[in-house]
């Protein structure tokens, strides 16, 4: 799946089954931020579509301010 196949994921005809629940997904500490980024991203799979337990998740970024890359990084941060 690409990006926008990603992206544009309609959360009622997804497979809840098929998403991973975030709750499931460990990093280590100790790692540099960008490999914390990595390492979330190879686990999470979509960073768009997800399961916080039962509930699907649909991500949406704005277009203006800060971009992906720094949304990402700063959830990461709090991980």
Not at 26 to 32: E, M, T, W
Not at 49 to 54: E, I, S, W
Request: with cysteine; hydrophobic share 40%; aromatic share 8%.
């Amino acid at each position: 799946m690409t990006l926008e196949d990603m992206k544009n994921l309609d959360v009622r005809m997804v497979d809840r089954e098929s998403l991973v629940d975030i709750n499931e997904i460990k990093i280590d500490d100790s790692l540099p931020p960008k490999e914390r980024a990595a390492e979330f991203l190879r686990q999470i799979k979509n960073p768009y579509c997800f399961r916080v337990g039962k509930v699907v998740v649909k991500n949406v970024y704005s277009g203006e301010g800060i971009s992906l890359q720094e949304r990402f990084e700063e959830f990461v941060r709090t991980l």
